[in-house]
C-alpha cells in the first residue's frame, strides 16, 4: 500500500489531454514539493516535474504538474503512443522522513 | 554527460550481504546527494535512501524498511556512492537504481540503467 495514492491506470486516443492524480496528505504533498517521473517499458524512470509544477531542460510543454492542498495533478496534452508508460508521484514525507512514491499510473494511449 | 552507472547485482541467499556500487561522471559530485530507488519485479518505484553531499555531512536517510540493514556511503575520489546491503531478505529482490538528486528529496534528475538483486535460496 503505497503511502500516495495514484489510480492504476487511464487511456486515451492520440491528440487528446489526460489527467493523472496523486493524493496524499499533509505530511507529504500538502506540506512538501512534488515530482513527477515517467517509466517506459523496460527503462530507468525520467524525471518529468519537480518542484510541483517546473519542467526539467528538454521535456515538452505538453507535460505540466499542478498541486492543490493534498493533492497533484500531471497534465499530458497532444497524446502520442510515445507516452505509454508508468508514471510515478513523489514527495518529501515530513511525518516518516522518507521519501514515498504513488503506486503509478498506467497510460495507454489508444 | 551526466552518467549513473550501477554494478555488482546478482543473485543471493537470504541473510547474505551485497554491496552495489553507483560510479558517476559528467559532474560535480561533491555538490550532489544521491539516491537509491528500488523496483521489485512487475511492482513501483521504492525509495530506499539517499546520503547528503560533503556541506551536509554526508549524512544519511533510510526507508523504516531497510534502516539497519543497508548502509549508504560514499567515496568523494572515485566519485562513486556505494549500497550495502547485509540479512537480504527475499523482499529485497528488485532492480535497484542510483539517481542524483536534483533539488528538493523527491526529485531525481539523473538515473543510472539499474542493477538486478535477486534474494532467493
Known amino acids: 500500500q503505497s503511502v500516495l495514492t495514484q489510480s492504476p491506470s487511464v487511456s486515451a486516443a492520440p491528440g487528446q489531454k489526460v489527467t493523472i492524480s496523486c493524493s496524499g496528505s499533509?505530511?507529504?504533498?500538502?506540506?512538501?514539493?512534488v515530482s513527477w517521473y515517467q517509466q517506459l517499458p523496460g527503462t530507468a524512470p525520467k524525471l518529468l516535474i519537480y518542484?510541483?509544477?517546473q519542467r526539467p531542460s528538454g521535456i515538452p510543454d505538453r507535460f505540466s504538474g499542478s498541486k492543490s492542498g493534498t493533492s497533484a495533478t500531471l497534465g499530458i496534452t497532444g497524446l502520442q503512443t510515445g507516452d505509454e508508460a508508468d508514471y510515478y508521484c513523489?514527495?518529501?514525507?515530513?511525518?516518516?522522513?522518507?521519501?514515498?512514491f504513488g503506486g503509478g499510473t498506467k497510460l495507454t494511449v489508444l | 554527460e551526466v552518467q549513473l552507472v550501477e554494478s555488482g547485482g546478482g543473485s543471493v541467499q537470504p541473510g547474505r550481504s551485497l554491496r552495489l556500487s553507483c560510479i558517476t561522471s559528467?559532474?560535480?559530485?561533491?555538490?550532489?546527494?544521491i539516491s537509491w530507488v528500488r523496483q521489485a519485479p512487475g511492482k513501483g518505484l521504492e525509495w530506499v535512501g539517499f546520503?547528503?553531499?560533503?556541506?551536509?555531512?554526508?549524512?544519511?536517510e533510510y526507508a523504516a524498511s531497510v534502516r539497519g540493514r543497508f548502509t549508504i556511503s560514499r567515496d568523494e575520489s572515485k566519485s562513486i556512492v556505494y549500497l550495502q546491503m547485509n540479512g537480504l531478505k527475499t523482499e529485497d529482490t528488485a532492480v535497484y537504481y542510483c539517481?542524483?538528486?536534483?533539488?528538493?528529496?523527491?526529485?531525481?534528475?539523473?538515473w543510472g540503467q539499474g542493477t538486478l538483486v535477486t534474494v532467493s535460496s
Open positions: 539517481s542524483r538528486r536534483g533539488g528538493n528529496y523527491a526529485t531525481s534528475d539523473f
Open positions: 559528467g559532474f560535480t559530485f561533491n555538490v550532489f546527494s
Open positions: 546520503i547528503r553531499n560533503k556541506d551536509y555531512g554526508e549524512t544519511t
Open positions: 499533509t505530511s507529504n504533498i500538502g506540506n512538501n514539493y
Open positions: 518542484d510541483n509544477n
Open positions: 513523489g514527495a518529501w514525507d515530513s511525518s516518516l522522513s522518507a521519501v514515498v
